[in-house]
């Protein structure tokens, strides 16, 4: 089995065992062992909550260096459209467009022109006879990811089309390769993201063999360069996308631009799990379409941005005043239709975390043990273990990860019991005669 890519990591010299990310991470990845923070690969979801509630800076995400555009003769920029609510006194996109050239890459195509792309897309499938509803956004990669291994029934509710920053690849390589007449492994597409889960969509495409994306700088990597840029007095006219695509940058952009009414856009991922949960239960039978997003406020949220995400979302809706919101038109996605792949290849598969062995008679076992032990903890989850929860300290206590006795309450009625034993004992013990002979003094 491949290895699965994960572009959150923990840097254990400045950890410092505390418990802030074990009570945050929404599928209870992580674990604190021997005063350092641990993370499970098969629950992770690459959200990055535990990057944002680290007070120590151990938990950190891993993206491609600015220097790595380096490496392709062409170098093509795919800003998210949340990149434009970065700046302040920022009143045209296309100084910030202009400022990814003055870096270093000889084009620039924008996500947001390639999110309207995807909203048409959407619009056929929501149009279509029997489609499972309500759709789910694919657009998140952790919201996907997030389904894959805690909702595994509702993996065939995700949308099957490809992200904007995969479409937004495939398009920008096209359309570079046969303006300059060059070959496409001759050009490296970037993508410039507010977010670990892109990272981890690229190395580990969902519903596609190989990503269309070279590679995935952090916004916080190139916002210093960018800034000096800025300045520059000589400005090109680089935007295409309209307000439908930039709104993407924030919640309800992606839904409000479907035309239909009944939708919900959630974002942050503890919203986004109440929701799903509702969903599952059948609770929301008249949705037609869910726009999830892990982080708070939308991609403007996400741990790898530089701006505070309120700040940024006022930006972004300052900027959508003054942009043009032409739609697509119907030439350009025909076109676009011919010249790329917009569906999902493969299956999104479901990956259920709770697998206590391979064996069903042993996992049943197993499942048994676990509700035994759960029943005699105390039922606090406090974290003081290590685990987030009694239950799942029971589940790493069946898998042979934890004891009992990481429960400071176990602990102390097992300190409690074995102290009253001792006092037996030593009520038991023989005297010696000397010792009779000084008490009898």
């Not at 491949?2 to 074990?22: A, F, M, P, Q, R």
């Not at 937004?168 to 410039?192: M, P, R, T, W, Y």
């Not at 999830?292 to 900027?319: D, H, M």
Request: proline residues 4%; neutral net charge; aromatic residues 6%.
């Amino acid at each position: 089995m491949e290895k699965y890519y994960h572009s959150v990591t923990l840097d254990k010299d400045k950890c410092k065992g505390c418990t802030n990310c074990i009570k945050r991470c929404p599928t209870e990845a992580i674990r604190v062992r021997d005063g350092k923070a641990m993370i499970i690969n098969e629950r992770c979801i690459d959200c990055g909550e535990c990057i944002l509630i680290c007070p120590y800076h151990a938990k950190i995400a891993v993206t491609d260096p600015l220097s790595i555009i380096d490496s392709y003769p062409y170098k093509i920029a795919l800003p998210a459209p949340s990149l434009y609510g970065q700046f302040k006194d920022i009143k045209d996109i296309n100084k910030i467009l202009n400022s990814l050239i003055e870096i270093g890459f000889d084009q620039v195509f924008e996500v947001a022109r390639a999110a309207e792309f995807v909203s048409e897309y959407i619009k056929e499938i929501l149009n279509s006879e029997g489609v499972k509803k309500p759709l789910i956004s694919s657009a998140c990669p952790a919201v996907v990811r997030l389904i894959q291994v805690r909702f595994p029934e509702l993996v065939s509710n995700i949308v099957r089309v490809e992200s904007p920053m995969e479409i937004a690849a495939q398009l920008a390589k096209k359309e570079f390769c046969a303006k300059h007449n060059v070959s496409q492994d001759q050009v490296g597409v970037f993508f410039i993201t507010p977010c670990a889960a892109k990272m981890t969509s690229i190395k580990n495409p969902i519903g596609n063999g190989k990503s269309n994306v070279d590679g995935a700088i952090s916004i916080l990597d190139v916002y210093s360069p960018m800034i000096d840029k800025l300045k520059s007095n000589e400005v090109k006219s680089l935007q295409e996308a309209s307000r439908a695509g930039i709104k993407w940058a924030i919640s309800t952009g992606e839904s409000s631009s479907l035309g239909i009414e009944n939708y919900l856009a959630v974002d942050g991922i503890h919203n986004v799990i109440k929701v799903l949960e509702e969903i599952e239960d059948n609770k929301l039978t008249k949705l037609d379409f869910l726009e999830g997003q892990c982080c708070v406020g939308g991609c403007v949220g996400g741990p790898l941005t530089f701006e505070n995400s309120y700040v940024a979302n006022n930006r972004i809706k300052r900027l959508l005043k003054d942009v043009d919101s032409s739609p697509v038109s119907e030439g350009e996605l025909i076109e676009a239709k011919d010249e790329i792949i917009w569906k999902l290849q493969k299956d999104i598969m479901k990956k259920p975390i709770l697998k206590l062995d391979a064996n069903i008679n042993i996992a049943i076992k197993k499942m048994k043990e676990m509700e035994r032990i759960y029943r005699s903890l105390p039922g606090l989850d406090c974290g003081s273990c290590g685990s987030p929860s009694c239950r799942t300290l029971a589940e790493d206590i069946v898998r042979n990860n934890a004891s009992e006795m990481d429960c400071v309450f176990k602990l102390r009625e097992k300190v409690r019991y074995l102290a009253e034993e001792m006092i037996k004992i030593s009520d038991k013990i023989p005297t010696s005669h000397k010792e009779d002979k000084d008490n009898d003094a």
